[in-house]
C-alpha cells in the first residue's frame, strides 16, 4: 500500500535512532523488512553461532522469556528482533512539550492477578492511589445534534446487557436462537426488539445509531472489521480481571524499561529478520540434517503424536541425562538441534527455539518459515484465527479549542441510510472506501487539552494506511467541524496515524475468535513440537498474545505465556524450585506456582 503524497509508503517504526524523525512524518508503525541502517551481515559464508535457545521477537513475550531464564541461571540464549527496537506493539513517539503518545499497547487491562500491573507498581510506574479525571462524553450526530444525556445512558446501559448476554453462552453452553452464531447478529437481534417499542420513527433512528456507534467502539476493542465476524460462543472465553483500564503516567512503554534492562545488551540482536527455522533435524554420518516429512516413515510428523508426545509434569521435567553443557547457565541442553536462518545470512544453532512470532506475520509465513512445515493441526488453527486491524489517528493542536469539561464527542453517523442497500462486496470496494472509511471513526478522545485520539478498526483501517497524514488530518477537521456545527475547528499542527496491518513484522492488532474458530485454535498454537517422540525437551516452543487461551489480545497474556515457554525449556528435577518472579507480592505468579505439582 502507498501514499499519495510524501511519504510513499507508510514509513518504519521509530527507533533509538530517530524517533523525533518520525513523529514529524506523521506516519509510524513498524520497518517494512530487511536490514536497517547499522546491522552487521552475515557475510557470504557467516560461521554458525551456537546457543542454547533462541528467543524470536522481542515483543513482550519474548522480554518475557528472556528473563525468566535470567531468574532460573540460564544466560545462553539469544533474542533476534527483526525491528530495530525491542517492544514489538508496545512503542512510543515523542511530539512538542515533552509529550509523548503510544502508538501500541494503551492501557493496563486490569489489576487483580495482572502481571504487568504488579510490575508496574513495583517500579514505580504507577501509584496504587488512582484518582479518576473527570470524564464528560458528548454524543452528536452528522448535523451537530447534541443528544440528551438521558438517551445517552439508557442506550449504553442497555448495550452492556446485551453484551453481557452473549459472555454467558460460553460460560453456561446454552444454545442462542437459531441461526444466530456471530456477536454481532445477536446484539442487533436484542437492539431490534429492543427498538420495537419505540414509536417515534426520528429518536428510534437516534438510538439506532447510538447502538451502531458503541458497535463500532467494541470493533476496536475486539480487533475485528465488523462484530459479525466474532464467533457468539466464544467470545466469553476471554477472561476480563477485575480493576478497569490503567493508563501508565509515563506512557504504556515505560513498562519496557525494567524487563529490557535486566537482559545483557549482547543477548539481543536487532534488525535480524528470520527467515527460516530447520526445527527437525536428525543425526546423519555428514552431521544433522532437516527431516524430510514425506521420506520419513516411523517419525513423520503428524499432529497426533506432536500434541500427545508432550512430556508430564507440568512441562519442566526432565526424562532422562542430558548432555552436559559447556556453559554455566542452569539450560542444560543439547546443542545444534534447531537452525535459524536470518534475512542477512546470519546462522544461529540452538537446542531449542522460543517463537513469538506474531499471528499476523504467522498467517502470511508459516509455510515458508518452517522447514519441515508445521503439523496441520496447527496451521490449520493459524488460519482459523483471526488477526484485525486497529488504527490510531492522533492530532496535535497548537492551543486548546475543544471545552474544558468536554473529554469525548462520540460520532453518531447515519449508517443505515447508506449501508442498507449494500452489499458485501460493495461495502468492501475501494470505491465505497474512499467515500466512507473515515465513518467507521467512533469518536474523538481527549488525550491532553491539545492532542485528540481517534480509532479506526478494519476494513476502513487497512484503507486509512494507505492515505498520507495530510489527507486524513483534512478529513478528520471536516468531520469535527460538522459535528461540532463549528467551521472555525483549526486544522491540527500535526496529525500522527499507525499503519500496524502495512507492516510486515506484525500484519495487523491483535488475536480474536472469529465465527467457526475455537478457544481450542489458541491451546493448539499455544501446544510445544518436539523433534522426535523421544525428545525430552521440545524444539519450538510458542509464546505472544496468539498463544494464551484466556487472555489472547492482551500484553499481560504475551507476558504469561512468554513465561511458561520458558518454564517448558527450564531443566529442572524439582518444578516447585523454579522462580517464578523476583517480586513475592506477585499473586498471579504465586497462583501458578501452586499449580505446578
Known amino acids: 500500500m502507498g501514499d499519495k503524497e510524501e511519504p510513499t509508503t507508510p ?19 513498524a520497518p517494512s523488512g530487511g536490514n536497517g541502517n547499522g546491522s552487521t551481515s552475515g557475510g557470504d559464508n557467516p560461521a554458525p553461532t551456537n546457543v542454547k535457545i533462541v528467543i524470536i521477537g522481542a515483543g513482550m513475550a519474548g522480554l518475557s522469556a528472556a528473563n525468566h531464564l535470567l531468574q532460573n ?105 437459531p441461526d444466530i452464531h456471530s456477536v454481532g447478529e445477536h446484539i442487533n437481534y436484542e437492539i431490534e426488539i429492543y427498538l420495537s417499542t419505540e414509536s417515534d420513527p426520528k429518536k428510534k433512528r437516534l438510538k439506532q445509531s447510538i447502538f451502531n456507534c458503541l458497535l463500532k467502539r467494541e470493533t476496536c476493542i475486539t480487533g475485528c472489521n465488523n462484530m459479525n465476524e466474532v464467533d457468539l460462543l466464544e467470545l466469553g472465553s476471554y477472561t476480563e480481571l477485575q480493576g478497569g483500564n490503567i493508563v501508565l503516567p509515563s506512557g504504556y512503554s515505560s513498562i519496557l524499561r525494567p524487563l529490557g534492562g535486566q537482559i545483557p545488551k549482547q543477548s539481543i540482536l536487532t534488525k535480524c529478520p528470520v527467515k527460516k527455522i530447520h526445527w527437525k533435524r536428525k543425526k546423519t554420518f555428514t552431521g544433522l540434517e532437516t527431516v524430510d516429512e514425506h521420506s520419513e516413515d516411523e517419525n513423520s510428523d503428524d ?52 517463537c513469538t512470532i506474531p499471528l499476523g506475520v504467522l498467517k ?103 492515505l498520507s497524514h495530510e489527507e486524513v488530518a483534512d478529513k478528520c477537521t471536516e468531520i469535527l467541524r460538522s459535528f461540532l456545527q463549528d467551521p472555525y475547528v483549526p486544522k491540527p499542527k500535526r496529525c500522527v496515524c499507525t499503519s500496524w496491518k502495512s507492516q510486515d513484522f506484525t500484519g495487523g492488532a491483535y488475536t480474536s475468535i472469529p465465527v467457526g474458530a475455537t478457544q481450542e485454535d489458541i491451546e493448539n498454537l499455544a501446544q510445544p513440537l518436539y523433534a522426535t517422540p523421544q525428545a525430552m525437551k521440545p524444539a519450538i516452543v510458542f509464546a505472544g498474545e496468539h498463544t494464551h487461551s484466556s487472555f489472547y489480545s492482551t500484553v499481560h497474556g504475551a507476558y504469561l505465556s512468554g513465561r511458561t515457554a520458558a518454564q517448558h525449556l527450564l531443566a529442572s528435577d524439582e518444578p516447585d524450585e523454579i522462580i517464578m518472579e523476583s517480586d513475592g507480592s506477585d499473586l498471579s505468579a504465586w497462583i501458578q506456582g501452586i499449580a505446578l505439582d
Open 364 to 466: 502470511l509465513t508459516h509455510r515458508t518459515l518452517f522447514d519441515p512445515e508445521l503439523p496441520q493441526y496447527k496451521q490449520e488453527s493459524i488460519e482459523n484465527l483471526m488477526f484485525g486491524t486497529v488504527d490510531k489517528i492522533f492530532l496535535e493542536y497548537e492551543r486548546p479549542f475543544l471545552s474544558a469539561d468536554i473529554s469525548e464527542i462520540m460520532l453518531l453517523w447515519d449508517d443505515d441510510k447508506r449501508d442498507m442497500n449494500s452489499s458485501e462486496e460493495e461495502l468492501a470496494s475501494e470505491a465505497y472506501l474512499g467515500k466512507n472509511w473515515f465513518k467507521k471513526i467512533y469518536s474523538f478522545a481527549k488525550v491532553t487539552d491539545t492532542l485528540l485520539l481517534g480509532w479506526v478498526s478494519g476494513r476502513e483501517a487497512e484503507y486509512m494506511e494507505t
Open 11 to 29: 514509513a518504519p517504526s521509530p527507533t533509538e535512532e530517530g524517533l523525533a524523525d518520525f513523529a514529524a512524518a506523521g506516519r509510524v508503525g
Open 303 to 354: 499432529s497426533e503424536r506432536t500434541v500427545t508426545e508432550v512430556p508430564t509434569g507440568g512441562g519442566v521435567g526432565v526424562r532422562g541425562a542430558s548432555v552436559e553443557s559447556n556453559s554455566s547457565s542452569n539450560c542444560d541442553y543439547p546443542a545444534g538441534n534447531v537452525r535459524v536462518v536470518c534475512e542477512d545470512g546470519r546462522v544461529i544453532q540452538a537446542a531449542h527455539v522460543i
Open 73 to 177: 541461571g540460564c544466560e545462553d540464549f539469544l533474542i533476534l528482533e527483526a525491528r530495530g527496537r525491542i517492544g514489538g506493539r508496545i512503542v512510543s513517539i515523542p511530539l512538542s512539550n515533552n509529550q509523548k503518545i503510544e502508538l501500541g499497547a494503551n492501557w493496563i487491562h486490569g489489576v487483580l492477578g495482572n502481571p504487568i500491573f504488579e510490575l508496574a507498581v513495583q517500579h514505580g510506574l504507577v501509584s496504587v492511589v488512582n484518582v479518576p479525571k473527570p470524564h464528560k462524553v458528548v454524543a452528536t450526530t452528522e448535523d451537530g445534534h447534541q443528544v440528551p444525556f438521558s438517551i445517552l445512558q439508557e442506550i449504553y446501559e442497555a448495550y452492556v446487557i446485551f453484551l453481557r448476554r452473549c459472555d454467558e453462552y460460553f460460560l453456561c453452553q446454552y444454545n442462542p436462537p
